[in-house]
């Protein structure tokens, strides 16, 4: 029910993250090759990353397939980021195909992106409805803004990124479950969760790669296991249990 991608490294073009590889998330779009839930992603896609010139990070998301978008073909080539949160969307059924509903979602300094959808919207949304920030992006008429809005409390309480992701995973799971794929980005660290579908890691010299399916066949893609966090900063990759 979507694909999503994070890096974080040298700086590189959003062309060569997200449109040159020969499965990238543009080409997951139309056709992807590992995912289970759904076909095709065509119901909008968004991509977030930091720039030195803003303490926010800058996102551009559009309700149409990113193949569609000639704006955004001609804007990846001319911008670089070390750290960027991207994602397209399959929408899941009962919700609008529309702009707020597309990842990456954002306040503060955090990108955030949920591949999946949950088990129960309406139990989880009664049991923690207080426990939410109901910052703007959270208000969006789809399932991954509660997702959201409980990470941002989260990290607003003063959780790591990563230690925010897996609590809101382990609470919503608890509550009707679901598929609970979570990627987050706060311009200096990345971290995801796996819990219902895939996510596998790339490391090279140059950065790390987070992603729902490889975008090319290099043998360095590692597959994430179920039901874990990963975490990546300038010092490397750590995986541990939920």
């Known amino acids: 029910m979507c694909r999503h991608l994070a890096y974080l490294g040298r700086p590189r073009t959003l062309q060569e993250l997200v449109l040159d590889p ?54 990846a080539p001319t911008v670089d980021a070390g750290c960027a949160v991207a994602a397209v969307r399959s929408a899941t059924p009962g919700y609008p195909s529309e702009e707020s509903g597309a990842a990456p979602f954002t306040h503060g300094r955090w990108l955030f992106s949920h591949n999946g959808a949950l088990g129960d919207l ?4 009664k049991a923690l409805r207080d426990e939410v920030a109901w910052v703007p992006d959270a208000l969006a008429p789809v399932d991954s803004a509660l997702l959201f809005g409980l990470a941002v409390a989260r990290w607003q309480s003063g959780s790591p990124l990563g230690e925010g992701l897996a609590r809101v995973t382990r609470e919503v799971a608890e509550l009707g479950g679901g598929r609970l794929n979570l990627l987050a980005g706060d311009g200096e660290r990345l971290a995801g969760t796996t819990y219902g579908d895939t996510l596998f890691v790339h490391e090279s010299a140059g950065g790390v790669l987070l992603a729902s399916e490889p975008c090319d066949d290099d043998p360095a893609w590692a597959p994430v296991p179920p039901r874990s966090l990963v975490e990546v900063d300038r010092r490397g990759v750590v995986v541990t249990s939920l």
């Open 22 to 75: 020969p499965y990238s998330l543009g080409v997951q779009a139309y056709a992807p090759r590992r995912q289970e839930h759904g076909t095709i992603n065509v119901d909008g896609f968004g991509v977030g990353w930091y720039t030195p010139r803003r303490p926010e990070p800058v996102r551009y998301r559009r309700a149409q397939p990113m193949w569609a978008d000639q704006s955004f073909a001609s804007l």
């Open 122 to 125: 309406p139990l989880a949304r």
